[in-house]
């Protein structure tokens, strides 16, 4: 959420930055301003009548002097609830706005989205290569049938090796985190409203969430969880930064949202996901965003995976992010790049929703800054892996980064001809 001061003295270049993001005819700064005027007014006359209350109670009673008393009672009464009323309304205005764009984030939607930076080149085969979901199927990694039949469509079930090599994957990003001093979390996979609130996917993106009967709706990113972790906390400075990631599934409806291409384990309602998060002192921001630049560009690396670093156009950012780089893998049999990674800074867009604060060098209390990233989510990662690293035989090398996480530590795994 941005802060109203903030707006009210800088309001054409909030307009400007805004409109990076947002279609003029959808941004009504005015009207904001206007709510923000008549609170401030309210709480005046309010405050004023308090004053006076508070001096003449101080009097020697009197019939006249009670009989104020009480009128002054029930206005002071009535200017709380309207601006009880007030506040709320403004409240859900700034809600619905926008993190305002980092300076160096460009207008308009992906068409603007900028590469800088690639690693590896695309793999080239001298055979008639195969998709992810053709190359599953042969070495028995997931099975698409038996979990549509359970749940749907839009899920799948990992068995035998493509469940083990999916448990690697996450072992490997739970061992690199650990070693760069992150403090492991596992959350609760279910939050309260108030915490998809603070995230900043309420109000805007109740739809996109999987709710219970109890109104608790299924986390979609640990960064729910872990955005909420310091909430209504002031942590103290010399702390800071802190450094957290967490495993979770995640859980999406996707509604209306598949393509074609986007088949197999590319898109889906559940997959698994490591999450990097960190609190921080605001000048610390920026550095830390490109920690975590650094961090998702070596898991991938690591994997010895073919992909591309975006900076992402500000219609193309989360409605709670400044900034954000979306790190993209290559998959062969689609022809196109699709994201592993978003890198992003909310900047105190966050905090300030979730009260999460810090007491500066001036002893004032301030909101802290927080930044996340997948580190890294495994649904796109095993296509890539699959269909990256296929062999002519038909069998898949596997990233020496995950052999050890692997029993036996094999080299390769080869067409299952006894999956059932």
């Given at each position: ?14 307009r ?11 941004l009504?700064l ?25 001096q ?13 008393l ?10 709380d ?12 205005s700034l809600?619905s ?5 980092a ?16 690693f590896?080149?695309?793999p080239?085969?001298?055979?008639d ?7 599953a ?7 698409y ?5 359970m749940s749907?469509?839009g ?9 083990l090599?999916?448990?690697a ?14 403090q492991?979390?596992?959350p ?14 309420l ?7 999987f ?7 299924l986390?979609a ?5 872990l ?6 906390e002031?942590l ?12 979770s599934?995640?859980f999406?409806?996707?509604?209306g949202s598949y393509r ?5 384990m590319?898109?889906?309602?559940q997959f ?7 609190f921080?002192q ?5 550095q ?5 630049v ?9 994997l010895?995976?073919h992909?591309q670093l ?5 219609g193309?950012?989360s409605?709670?992010?400044?900034k954000?780089?979306d ?10 790049y ?5 890198i992003?800074n ?5 905090a300030?929703?979730?009260q ?7 002893g004032?209390?301030v909101?802290?800054h927080?930044?996340n ?7 796109r990662?095993l296509?890539?892996i699959?269909e ?7 069998s ?6 995950l052999r ?11 067409p299952?001809?006894s999956?059932?």
């Open positions: 959420m941005l802060d109203i001061k903030y707006i009210r003295e800088n309001l054409e270049s909030v400007t930055a805004l409109l990076k993001r947002m279609e003029a005819d959808k009504d005015e009207s904001l301003l206007l709510l923000d005027e008549e609170r401030r007014l309210l709480i005046a006359e309010s405050e004023a009548l308090k004053a006076e209350r508070n003449a109670s101080k009097s020697k009673p009197s019939p006249a002097i009670i009989a104020s009480k009128v002054a009672g029930e206005k002071i009464k009535d200017l609830t309207r601006l009880q009323d007030l506040e709320l309304r403004l409240q859900e809600s706005l926008p993190n305002i764009p300076d160096d984030v460009v207008a308009g939607g992906k068409e603007n989205n900028e590469v800088v930076y690639t590896g080149k695309k080239v085969f001298d055979f290569f195969k998709d992810h979901m053709t190359l199927d042969e070495l028995g990694l997931v099975d049938e038996r979990a549509a039949k749907g469509s899920f799948w079930c990992y068995r035998g090796w493509g469940a090599l999916e448990w994957l996450l072992s490997y990003f739970i061992s690199f985190h650990t070693k760069n001093n992150y492991f979390l596992i609760p996979f279910l939050l309260t409203e108030k915490s998809a609130y603070t995230s900043g996917h109000p805007k993106f109740r739809d996109d969430l709710w219970t009967q109890d109104k608790l709706c986390n990113t640990s960064e729910m969880m955005g909420n972790y310091h909430r209504e002031i103290p400075a010399d702390r800071l930064p802190l450094k957290y990631f967490a495993y599934p995640c999406r409806r996707e509604a074609q291409e986007e088949r197999g590319v898109r889906g309602h698994n996901k490591i999450e990097m998060f960190i921080c605001t000048e610390d921001s920026w830390m965003f490109d920690e975590l650094e961090n998702a560009k070596g898991l991938v690396e690591g010895g995976l992909y975006a900076k992402l156009a500000a193309d950012c409605a709670a992010m400044a954000t780089y790190l993209e893998i290559w998959l062969p049999s689609m022809g196109i699709k994201e592993v990674s978003s992003s909310a900047l105190d867009y966050q300030r929703r979730g999460t604060r810090y007491k500066n060098q001036n004032e209390n909101f802290v927080t930044l990233a997948s580190g890294l989510a495994t649904s990662l296509p890539a699959l990256q690293n296929q062999q002519a035989d038909g898949v090398l596997i990233p020496e980064v050890p996480y692997l029993p036996g530590a094999p080299e390769f795994i080869f299952d001809n999956k059932i």
